[in-house]
């Protein structure tokens, strides 16, 4: 069976961000326009999934309000001649459901994924960490592909120099990856010490889960951090079944931070046909 439904954690705190994130979760952090959360869904989409699941906190209000229906916006853009811009907002809500979660105590990401178990159903499903944006859908489709080929889970993978790893959760691959990138998977660890690291490929923020995952993150005790790891219920995974991971030469931003998101933004400026010949001459110029 081929997922459809993609679980987006964003219930986080987003102390990283502060003070912007006193008032407007990180999640609603403009890249240029948009949303980083849109970019995941139109990520998710352009993959064929049809269901998102956004895992927020009451404390966060903000998130179920952007994805209000706005009448009186599209209304007013449709008689000023921007119909394009009604439609890019209408699409949105046809062609991606979107239901939510809660996850009112940060206890960790394998925590936050346990919180989308009803929502999920028993099914395959993504979960896409909205820190890392991708640019395009290409890593995630080959994922699904993968997941729905071999029966298993599947990882993002990505190479980090050695002296990195510890920030991570860390693969043990079984050999090779093959000529599409793909690579079966050993076992996984979240945040080894460098010199305990089975390899340099890192999990980056993109998985594709069997739903079994659910009763194996309900008996996760804490792991790294005291934090319920999604790691370590994978590694339950792993241990009994088929399980891989995907390297794919695809842009990958981390926008969790401040320089990172910067570096987003201005990667992603200098290429929109909007603003993007504008934007190089006064950067040009500036530097
Ligand atoms: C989480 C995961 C980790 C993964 C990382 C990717 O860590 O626990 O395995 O490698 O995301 O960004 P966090 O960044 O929440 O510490």
Redesign the pocket.
């Known amino acids: 069976m081929r997922a459809r439904t993609a679980v987006i954690p964003a219930a986080g705190m987003g102390t990283r961000f502060l003070p912007a994130t006193k008032a407007v979760p990180k999640e609603l952090l403009p890249i240029i326009d948009t949303p980083a959360l849109q970019l995941i869904i139109d990520e998710a989409a352009g993959a064929g999934f049809d269901h998102v699941v956004v895992v927020t906190s009451h404390a966060k209000p903000a998130i179920e309000a952007y994805f209000e229906p706005n009448p009186e916006v599209i209304a007013k853009l449709r008689s000023t001649g921007r119909g394009a811009l009604a439609d890019s907002l209408e699409r949105t809500a046809r062609d991606v459901r979107v239901t939510f979660a809660y996850q009112d105590e940060a206890l960790?990401?394998g925590h936050a994924v346990g919180c989308a178990r009803d929502a999920v159903g028993d099914e395959p499903f993504a979960v896409m960490?909205p820190?890392?944006i991708m640019g395009d859908s290409s890593l995630l489709a080959q994922m699904a592909d993968v997941s729905e080929a071999t029966g298993g889970s599947v990882v993002g993978l990505k190479h980090v120099p050695r002296d990195e790893v510890s920030?991570?959760?860390?693969i043990d691959p079984v050999g090779d990856l093959d000529e599409h990138g793909v690579v079966r998977v050993r076992t996984?660890v979240?945040?080894p010490a460098v010199d305990d690291a089975p390899s340099d490929l890192?999990?980056?923020?993109r998985y594709l889960l069997t739903p079994d995952v659910f009763d194996k993150i309900a008996r996760v005790r804490p792991g790294?951090?005291g934090e319920i790891?999604?790691?370590d219920a994978l590694r339950m995974q792993a241990d009994e079944g088929p399980f891989h991971g995907v390297l794919r030469d695809v842009r990958r931003y981390?926008t969790?931070n401040p320089l990172g998101w910067l570096t987003a933004v201005v990667d992603l400026a200098l290429d929109d046909p909007r603003i993007g010949d504008a934007f190089r001459d006064w950067l040009q110029h500036r530097l």
């Open positions: 960790g990401l960490l820190d890392e920030s991570y959760g860390v996984l979240e945040k890192i999990i980056i923020g790294a951090g790891q999604l790691t981390d969790g």
